[in-house]
């Protein structure tokens, strides 16, 4: 008679899990957030907007997002560029789309990839680091997931919470924060000062301006 390791009824209790969050979900409202997320300060750490940004349509139907933000930042003659896509309701199985697969389709090539640590609300989380290239264009690139109770930098840890989340909370919303920056001395540090600000900003739309966002440190 053939035995059945503990590997078989981990992923069985996966599936079964990913199963139950997805037909849960199906039946929870759909996150609504507290403010826009084109409330988001127009002054961060020392850079004024430039203006926002429309997306391509293709571009628009392929994030499958809520609402996004797409801006331009200035200080002095430096340029930051934030992009936040917000959605409302995920449900197993589907996940919002990784900078690692997104942005090669445009060129991108990444030449390194790290995690950095950061304070988050009195706390630390990781956020991704990453230094990419098209032809003789370098940027550096800060991503992370962002939800009401979490800050995550891996994708696959943001997907494995959107099912312990859903199966506890009934929380299936979440947003991916990116920003990015002309790789030049003093970019690394500044574009975390700006991210540092951010993750506040981000939370206040969630409605988590009183409440510690959970960050998760490991990968």
Request: charged share 20%; aromatic share 10%; net charge positive.
């Amino acid at each position: 008679m053939k035995r059945w390791g503990p590997h078989y009824f981990l992923t069985l209790l996966l599936l079964s899990a990913t199963l139950a969050a997805s037909v849960w979900s199906d039946h929870r409202a759909p996150v609504v957030l507290a403010k826009p997320i084109d409330s988001i300060g127009t002054q961060i750490d020392g850079w004024t907007s430039a203006g926002n940004q429309q997306l391509r349509d293709r571009v628009v139907a392929s994030l499958k997002a809520t609402n996004y933000l797409s801006r331009t930042y200035r200080k002095d003659r430096n340029t930051l560029d934030l992009f936040v896509a917000f959605y409302a309701r995920l449900r197993a199985g589907e996940s919002m789309h990784s900078p690692k697969y997104c942005l090669p389709g445009g060129g991108w090539e990444f030449s390194d990839i790290s995690t950095v640590e950061l304070p988050a609300n009195g706390r630390t989380a990781k956020i991704n680091r990453a230094l990419i290239r098209r032809g003789d264009e370098r940027q550096l690139m800060l991503y992370w997931y962002q939800s009401e109770p979490r800050i995550i930098a891996s994708e696959y840890q943001s997907k494995i919470f959107l099912v312990w989340d859903g199966l506890t909370r009934g929380n299936q919303g979440g947003s991916i924060v990116r920003i990015m920056l002309p790789d030049r001395p003093g970019a690394s540090q500044e574009g975390l000062a700006f991210a540092t600000q951010l993750i506040g900003e981000v939370q206040s739309c969630f409605g988590a301006g009183n409440r510690k966002a959970d960050p998760v440190t490991r990968q």
